[in-house]
């Protein structure tokens, strides 16, 4: 993939954070771009953005479905086929993603099912219903978003993060053996694996509505719930009132998204720049190469709190202290 200029982009999870500014700087390369969300608004938001910053000419479509399920990707590629009036499309990027189901012990199983549903499932069906038409491309690129947590199944030693880590593991393995499959069964195709480290979006607020813990509304039982995980944890609230942790935890959603060390922009960014250097491998900011380096170095370490004392020491992953 040389140049964006002229293709046909499909985007998953549009609406906010990294999608969206894959969106909107797609359009601005002159790629006609199809973005998918569950939020209807937040899709609007995109289009408008990226429509004035568009290259002249450019076409934008949104579609609500969701990435988990294959019979919403089907109507969402049969859309992309109507809008833009093609059989085919260059750019895939498997973008959407939710954080939740941490502990397979404690944790909801419907929560767990859902978040590896859309961050393993999301990309293989995604895949699997524009295979076709990437296939009837002349170049064509499919772009997985993993995560850091597709080599590192931890936010720390005392925060267990199960569905997450496993589909994002999942991702980066199934992206790397794409690179074979497509070098043998369709060679005009390319796939790479994306791993951004701290990206500033509203993945922490997105993820705590899907599952209906948006801080404001926690009911009393999800906030005994919380003081017991946080007791595991080593964390005594109680003497912390309801309100107090309300905010704290709101705080510390927005403290995600406003204090990392990289924005969305700068996230997309550096995908894109990846995709035109044909990299398959594509690691999104420091913290990621950083992190990528110390668990190669330190691999019986990485699950133990030495290792985030490593981390601490480079001033990396802050949010987690
Ligand atoms: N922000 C980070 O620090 C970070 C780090 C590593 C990996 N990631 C990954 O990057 C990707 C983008 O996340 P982001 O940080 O921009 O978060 P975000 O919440 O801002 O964006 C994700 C988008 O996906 C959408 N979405 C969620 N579930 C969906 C579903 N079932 N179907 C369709 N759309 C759905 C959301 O509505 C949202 O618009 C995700 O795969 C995420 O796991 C993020």
Redesign the pocket.
């Known amino acids: 993939m040389d140049r964006f200029e002229g293709r046909v982009a499909v985007v998953?999870?549009?609406?906010?954070?990294?999608?969206r500014e894959l969106v909107r700087q797609l359009a601005a390369a002159g790629a006609h771009v199809a973005m998918?969300?569950?939020?209807a608004e937040?899709m609007a938001d995109t289009e408008a953005l990226a429509r004035a910053g568009a290259a002249p000419g450019v076409r934008i479509t949104s579609f609500v479905?969701?990435?988990?399920d294959e019979a919403q990707l089907v109507a969402f590629r049969d859309h992309v086929a109507r809008a833009f009036e093609t059989d085919h499309v260059h750019l895939l990027f498997n973008?959407?993603?939710?954080g939740g189901g941490g502990s397979i012990v404690t944790d909801d199983r419907a929560e767990w099912d859902a978040t590896f549903a859309?961050?393993w499932g999301?990309v293989y069906l995604g895949t699997r219903t524009f295979l076709p038409m990437l296939l009837a491309a002349d170049a064509g690129h499919v772009v997985n978003?993993s995560?850091?947590?597709g080599f590192w199944a931890s936010l720390g030693p005392m925060v267990p993060h199960t569905a997450y880590s496993a589909a994002k593991f999942a991702v980066k393995g199934f992206t790397e053996a794409l690179i074979t499959d497509f070098r043998v069964n369709a060679p005009h195709l390319r796939a790479s694996v994306v791993m951004?480290?701290?990206?500033g979006?509203?993945?922490v607020i997105?993820s705590q509505k899907?599952f209906g813990r948006d801080p404001k509304e926690l009911t009393e039982d999800q906030l005994a719930q919380f003081r017991e995980r946080m007791g595991k944890r080593g964390l005594d609230l109680s003497g912390v009132s309801d309100e107090d942790i309300r905010t704290g935890m709101q705080a510390q959603a927005e403290q995600f998204r406003d204090a990392?060390p990289l924005s969305?922009a700068g996230a997309a960014t550096v995908i894109l720049d990846g995709v035109l250097a044909n990299r398959w491998r594509i690691l999104v900011g420091d913290d990621a190469h950083g992190l990528d380096e110390l668990v190669r170095a330190y691999p019986e370490e990485v699950y133990d709190e030495r290792f985030v004392e490593r981390l601490r020491e480079r001033a990396m992953f802050g949010f987690m202290r």
């Open positions: 998953t999870g549009g609406g906010t954070g990294m999608g998918c969300d569950v939020s937040h479905a969701d990435v988990s973008n959407a993603g939710i859309v961050c999301g978003t995560s850091v947590n951004p480290g701290h990206v979006t509203s993945i997105n899907a990392a969305a």
